[in-house]
């Protein structure tokens, strides 16, 4: 029994609390000159280049993070193939033999259009992080999983349609998604770089707020359930930026009675103004805000409260700044 205890706690001491902050005392300063240095390197010698970014780096997670910024620097998201994979995995996901033939014949599109075009999808990005680490010796995985947005895995696990890799440091495994980190598509679908580093090294329970993999091992350390995961909160990019992972209320679809109140509740990683913070709706391309109040910032943990008065069913979107991080519904119910 004691043996079997002790196995836990080494593998839940293994797990525990990856992420970036394990390493707030490094200065990546070193790391950035570097990548800069090497902006315009091509594909055709992944061990060079792999050395280059390196070499001249002491610890792993340096050379991880050279590799990271390398990649998310320089290798351009590929939307059109990206559209064109889901389109077609959603038509064959009943037909598994035909998925598997299809899969198959796709990889080598993707691989070729990263190594020639520096453009490709999430599998592309995971993949080519892993190569890279692996030629400096850094232990890195694959992970394929569930990424739930505002037009997928929304309410119930639609499609597997992602990818994103783990990491080992200092004998600690870590989550990171290099190609959430890269960039974003704008409105005209364009591929825009604008780094993200909240997908760098993230705090698992954050993480798995809209990364669900295949393999629960690699949730770490959070213990999200797969209904949870469809039911919580819809949370964006701008919600790993400012490092938020909400608290309450737990589900996206928030029913009310008219005249009750409604207790927000979210933990932060980073350093927020409360005055920055808003809940607001669209009624057409016109935002309308809520009057929220008892709002407070209490180690890290920010709460306020909304009534409830109009008697219509809305969407409610929490901003900081000028960004959405996260959204709910909300329906009146009698």
């Keep these: 029994m004691k043996k079997i205890l002790l196995f836990i706690f080494l593998n839940l001491t293994y797990f525990a609390n990856s992420q970036v902050s394990d390493f707030k005392n490094i200065n990546f300063k070193k790391v950035e000159n570097i990548v800069k240095t090497y902006k315009y390197e091509r594909l055709n010698n992944l061990p060079q280049l792999s050395f280059k970014l390196t070499s001249k780096l002491n610890s792993d997670v340096e050379k991880f ?5 390398w990649v998310t620097s320089n290798i351009k998201g590929d939307y059109t193939l990206s ?22 014949s796709i990889t080598s599109k993707v691989f070729k259009t990263l ?43 639609e499609l597997i349609n992602h990818s994103w890799n783990a990491v080992k440091l200092n004998n600690k495994w870590y989550l990171c998604d ?19 580093d909240g997908y760098f090294l ?3 329970s954050l993480f798995s707020k809209n990364h669900y993999p295949q393999n629960k091992k690699w949730l770490l350390n959070s213990n999200i359930s797969k209904q949870d995961f469809i039911t919580s909160p819809l949370i964006y990019d701008d919600a790993f930026k400012y490092k938020i992972t909400p608290i309450t209320p737990s589900k996206m679809n928030i029913e009310i009675k008219k005249g009750e109140e409604v207790t ?19 009624i057409g391309v016109n935002e309308k805000h809520h009057k929220i109040y008892n709002l407070r910032n209490v180690d890290n943990i920010i709460t306020f409260k909304i009534k409830v008065n109009k008697k219509r069913n809305y969407d409610l979107h929490l901003k900081i700044d000028n960004d959405v991080v996260m959204t709910y519904t909300m329906k009146l119910v009698r």
């Excluded at 290099?178 to 993200?196: A, G, K, M, R, V």
């Excluded at 927000?264 to 669209?282: D, E, G, Q």
Aim: charged letters at 25%; a positive charge; hydrophobic letters at 30%.
């Design 83 to 104: 559209r064109k994979i889901i389109r077609k995995r959603k038509r064959l996901k009943n037909d598994s033999i035909a998925l598997y033939n299809w899969n198959k």
């Design 202 to 204: 993230t705090e698992p």
């Design 65 to 69: 993070r050279a590799i990271y910024l």
């Design 115 to 157: 190594r020639e075009k520096q453009k490709t999808i999430c599998t592309g990005y995971a993949y080519l992080i892993k190569e890279l680490a692996s030629l400096s010796n850094i232990e890195c995985k694959i992970i394929n999983g569930y990424n739930r947005t505002s037009t997928s895995n929304v309410n119930s696990f």
């Design 178 to 196: 290099p190609s959430l980190s890269s960039s974003y598509t704008n409105e005209f679908y364009t591929f825009i770089f604008d780094y993200n």
């Design 264 to 282: 927000f509740k979210f933990k932060t990683l980073k350093k927020i103004t409360t005055k920055n913070i808003t809940l607001v709706s669209y």
